[in-house]
């Protein structure tokens, strides 16, 4: 083991084989905390994001908030109820991106992939800065090195979820359900002194200056801020497959206990606020203040809520690391993002989407210098736009299916469209200025991104496809008395590419072996098929890997092949595609850099690429 693999091996935990995947599944109770927390943290801001607009209109437009949090729950539910529909239309998954793609086109489903890419990496920026906020509200004295947490703080998530979906859903249960505990008890102790008339309840606002007035388009803001306690909703829609058996069922469980949980808190810290006359402050989160309110300075419980509130903020995140690598693999796999997004890792979770996560939301965090409130703005944009597609797609595909029970299911799904639409419209024209417009122009950005991605894989295929290559007849090759100059060939796939590496080793070598490993997705009757057709003199030998790792297998068939001819120089030849720009090259896997290097470390003497130029 390499120095770098035994790092890894500590931090991320030993490679699990392919078999394994079915054994990392999520209980009930695990997928509650792994994909829902997201949706469950926003109690911890969302109410503030409306206060601290109402409270430009001064003491007497704080009211609002109640109305205001009692329509964003109807619209949760409404929300919820929808997406219930798509998970028993969708058993085996049906996020955003794949519903709208299949009923309203590539085009729609790109812009619902694009807008929830970016509302992932966003819930991990919100996260992430909400939850240090909610640390250095209790520990002031921290405040200057925020960006600095926020980094620490991302790199551990990310960590917790390169060891596996098992791993995290197991570290991720407690700090959720403490949360959760502390968040309800909290709301009893100040229902209960609003009943016994307790002393430390305020009975009016402190007066505070009146900078607008209250219009409608003024209350549409307060709402759209508010409207933030909506996401990270879809994303048990996207986990299904996360679920034990029958997934499906357990996916719409578990949305049902999220939906009832998240209306309770929501409401309830609402309401708590506008009864206790909480007035947002700078440097202190409002459920900080609503329990210093309630509990009293120095109280134990008022440090357990802060610490259960900063571990749900940091594992808010965890929604997005839970979806976004899976929508990640989904786009990857239809060639709409580097292949490479759809790979599993050593500990079968798609380990390059749950580092790209990261990064994009580090560099946001740096770009903010980790404010929540400055990115507020952009929220809710990308989740309300992949909303509506999901929903839409929705009502399309119960009108053309008819399948049992079909009309009450398109009249929710309706009904959910419409409503998640005018929010939409409401959220943009309300944040356009504030900075929303960066997710309205990112988005179409983005899908051409996508599709010049697609255009590139299928020009790649074009020029590497066997389409129109005759059968070939060659005489079996004869076994050399005495072997001089064996050739093994590396076969990714069988394209042009790797006939011209075969061609070479026919040039040059009196034995060849062609080798390919198969990681669990080779097709391998036909593979065997056309090899027959193509290159039916040559061996092939198809290498199990059920860590899915090519190059250590390559290594260890070439030394132990080299072994069996010790006195002669044996070449291993690797047929590789050059782009035609060096950025493509970005696009592909780079097996052959991580073989060549690894054969010069087993110190295999002759090494050739065959290149085949696109």
């Known amino acids: 083991m390499s120095f770098f693999s035994q790092i890894k091996r500590v931090l991320v935990g030993k490679t699990l084989p392919t078999s394994a995947h079915a054994e990392e599944r999520l209980s009930n109770a695990e997928g509650l905390a792994v994909l829902s927390s997201d949706a469950l943290s926003s109690v911890a801001y969302a109410t503030e994001e409306i206060l601290i607009v109402l409270v430009a209109a001064g003491s007497g437009a704080l009211f609002w908030s109640i109305p205001i949090a009692a329509i964003i729950v109807v619209l949760l539910v409404l929300v919820i109820l929808s997406y219930r529909q798509t998970i028993r239309a969708y058993p085996k998954g049906g996020g955003s991106y794949i519903v709208a793609r299949e009923n309203l086109g590539t085009y729609a489903g790109l812009v619902a992939g694009g807008s929830l890419m970016i509302d992932y990496i966003l819930t991990?920026?919100?996260?992430?800065?909400a939850g240090t906020a909610a640390l250095t509200s209790a520990l002031p004295e921290l405040k200057p090195f925020t960006i600095e947490l926020c980094l620490l703080f991302i790199f551990l998530v990310m960590l917790a979820n390169l060891r596996g979906v098992k791993e995290s859903g197991k570290i991720f249960m407690i700090p959720t359900y403490a949360f959760i505990v502390s968040i309800f008890v909290l709301i009893g102790l100040g229902l209960y002194q609003q009943v016994i008339g307790a002393e430390q309840i305020p009975q009016s606002y402190p007066e505070l200056p009146i900078n607008e007035e209250v219009t409608l388009f003024f209350v549409l803001r307060a709402f759209s801020a508010g409207c933030a306690a909506l996401t990270g909703v879809e994303a048990i829609s996207d986990g299904v497959l996360a679920f034990k058996e029958p997934?499906?069922?357990?996916?719409r469980l578990t949305l049902l206990y999220m939906g009832v949980i998240l209306s309770i808190m929501f409401i309830g810290i609402t309401y708590l606020g506008n009864i206790y006359h909480i007035v947002p402050k700078e440097g202190e989160t409002l459920v900080s203040l609503l329990a210093r309110q309630i509990l009293g300075d120095g109280s134990p419980f008022y440090y357990f809520i802060q610490v259960a509130t900063l571990l749900i903020l940091l594992l808010a995140a965890n929604t997005s690391y839970a979806d976004f690598p899976r929508l990640c693999y989904f786009l990857a796999r239809d060639g709409f993002l580097p292949r490479q997004l759809s790979l599993l890792g050593d500990r079968l979770v798609y380990?390059?989407?749950?580092?790209?996560?990261?990064?994009?939301?580090?560099?946001?965090?740096?770009?903010?210098?980790?404010?929540t409130t400055a990115i507020i703005p952009l929220y809710a944009v990308g989740v309300f736009t992949s909303f509506t597609l999901s929903q839409g797609g929705m009502v399309r595909h119960w009108l053309q299916e008819r399948t049992s029970g079909w009309r009450p299911s398109a009249i929710m799904n309706s009904i959910g469209a419409v409503a998640t639409f005018v929010v939409l419209c409401v959220i943009v024209s309300t944040k356009f200025i504030a900075g929303a417009w960066v997710v309205v122009v990112a988005i179409p950005l983005l899908v051409s991104l996508f599709l010049g991605i697609r255009r590139h894989y299928e020009y790649v295929a074009s020029r590497l496809t066997l389409d129109g290559v005759a059968p070939r007849s060659y005489i079996p090759r004869p076994k050399a008395d005495i072997v001089t100059h064996p050739a093994i060939v590396i076969v990714g796939q069988l394209n042009r590419g790797t006939l011209e590496g075969l061609e070479y080793a026919r040039s040059i070598a009196d034995e060849i072996i062609a080798v390919h490993v198969d990681v669990g997705t080779t097709n391998r009757e036909k593979l065997q098929a056309r090899w027959e057709q193509l290159q039916g003199d040559i061996p092939l030998v198809i290498i199990d890997s059920p860590y899915r790792s090519v190059v250590s297998r390559i290594v260890d068939f070439v030394g132990e092949y080299e072994e069996q001819h010790p006195s002669v120089l044996s070449t291993v030849i690797i047929p590789a595609f050059v782009t035609r720009n060096w950025w493509e090259s970005l696009l592909h896997n780079q097996t052959t850099l991580f073989l060549k290097a690894a054969l010069?470390?087993?110190?295999?003497?002759?090494?050739t690429t065959v290149r085949y130029y696109l």
């Open 247 to 251: 997934e499906w069922k357990n996916a």
């Open 124 to 129: 991990v920026t919100v996260s992430i800065s």
């Open 351 to 371: 380990s390059n989407g749950i580092i790209l996560l990261s990064l994009s939301a580090a560099a946001l965090v740096i770009l903010f210098r980790g404010d």
């Open 600 to 607: 010069r470390a087993k110190k295999s003497r002759v090494v």
